[in-house]
């Protein structure tokens, strides 16, 4: 990958320098905490404000001698109603239910933004398969591992996030929630595509952080990084879990969707 320049960089954002995973010291994970709540100002969406979020962790979390990427994909998710998405994403959903019925209030984890290497990576209107999860039932959601897993990882209750009963998150609240984390990628049946994505791109740890924003809904933010990641590292993303809802708290309940 090309190391990274001014050009690659966020708009505006003060140098906070690249963000070893690899070996995320509390420096680091503080690092990023500031900048996470500095550059999502002005964001008028919360989709906006995680375009921003995405492109920070993807060109810097890298290496600190040589500027190389460390992720090759990072990518914002949160639970919406099927209701409340876009047609585009509503036809998605429909696709991977299939015969199965659906209602308005059927959760979804719709793909908000998206940052990674390939041009398609790099709009949620682009990907082809994840757009918008649907989230039917909890059977259904145990059906799929990684999905299922990153709920119960990040402590919560799958049922709870299907039904849209999680209990909303309060301003200064202090809850910590803890993270998803696949050290090692390859043959992880918790990874899925491990052919197409895993092996072709050099994915070598996943890392997921979120929680439940000021609504009760459910965001979370994944990198899929070519280094290993060690269980100290990955555990210190929990404070950025933090930063960034802190960060969207004002977004939370306005409009979701940037207008195109």
């Known amino acids: 990958m090309p190391p990274l320049t001014r050009e690659t960089a966020v708009p505006h954002e003060p140098n906070f320098g690249n963000l070893d995973v690899a070996n995320f010291t509390v420096g680091a994970m503080l690092r990023a905490g500031i900048a996470v709540r500095r550059i999502v100002r002005g964001a008028d969406s919360l989709e906006a404000a995680a375009n921003l979020v995405v492109r920070y962790l993807y060109d810097h979390c890298a290496d600190s001698n040589t500027g190389e990427r460390s992720c090759a994909l990072v990518r914002f998710y949160k639970t919406h109603v099927y209701g409340a998405l876009e047609p585009e994403q509503q036809l998605f959903a429909e696709r991977l239910l299939g015969a199965q019925s659906k209602d308005d209030d059927m959760r979804c984890l719709a793909l908000v933004a998206t940052a990674g290497d390939e041009a398609e990576w790099n709009s949620r209107r682009d990907s082809t398969s994840h757009q918008a999860i649907p989230l039917p039932s909890v059977d259904m959601v145990r ?76 965001y979370a933010v994944i990198l899929f990084s070519r280094v290993r990641i060690p269980k100290t590292s990955a555990a210190r993303f929990r404070a950025i879990a933090l930063d960034v809802r802190s960060a969207l708290y004002a977004l939370d309940e306005t409009k979701t969707w940037a207008m195109h």
């Open 143 to 218: 059906r799929a591992p990684m999905i299922a897993r990153l709920i119960e990882d990040l402590g919560l209750d799958i049922e709870s996030v299907v039904t849209g009963r999680s209990t909303p998150a309060r301003a200064g609240e202090a809850r910590t929630y803890d993270v998803f984390h696949v050290e090692d990628a390859v043959g992880s049946p918790h990874i899925p595509a491990q052919r197409e994505f895993v092996l072709r791109y050099g994915i070598s740890s996943v890392v997921g952080f979120g929680g439940l924003l000021r609504s009760g809904e459910l």
